[in-house]
């Protein structure tokens, strides 16, 4: 049966649509084919994996958070929306996520950072991996402009 030109462009919006993000949610990641947004690596661990949405634009995916952190210092919207994944269970967390930074974390591109849902995990895990807890995103922010 050939496709028609009407067709191929629904099918072509509905494959768009499955790539993109849920609305008023965080983005789809489809690992080994969604590249970070800052170093252009394809995203192969999603426990590492952060987005950021800022008003107005498609959301931005990073594999690891510090990517994050250095292309939100770059950007020049205010009012972003960030996303996370939770170091426990995977899932993503919208809200105010707790961070553990540890040079024993292997995150994709070295930035030691996980984040966890709530503080007791973020504990659990600083303890288990000679990690420090940073308590919020704006302290974490501060901190890692601070290093440069």
Known sequence: M???RTTGVLITLLLAAA???TPGGPPDIVVDRS?????TMLISEPRYAAAYEAPGA???VFDDIGCLLQAAQKESATGLRYWF???N???WID???VFVVSPEFRTPMAG???AYRDGAGAEQAAGAHRGRVVRSLPELIKEKGERK
């Open 2 to 4: 050939p496709i028609t």
């Open 35 to 39: 590249a970070c947004s800052h170093c």
């Open 58 to 60: 498609d959301a931005k």
């Open 112 to 114: 030691g950072i996980i």
């Open 19 to 21: 790539c993109g993000s």
């Open 85 to 87: 994944h939770d170091g």
């Open 89 to 91: 269970d995977g899932t």
């Open 95 to 97: 809200g105010d996520p």
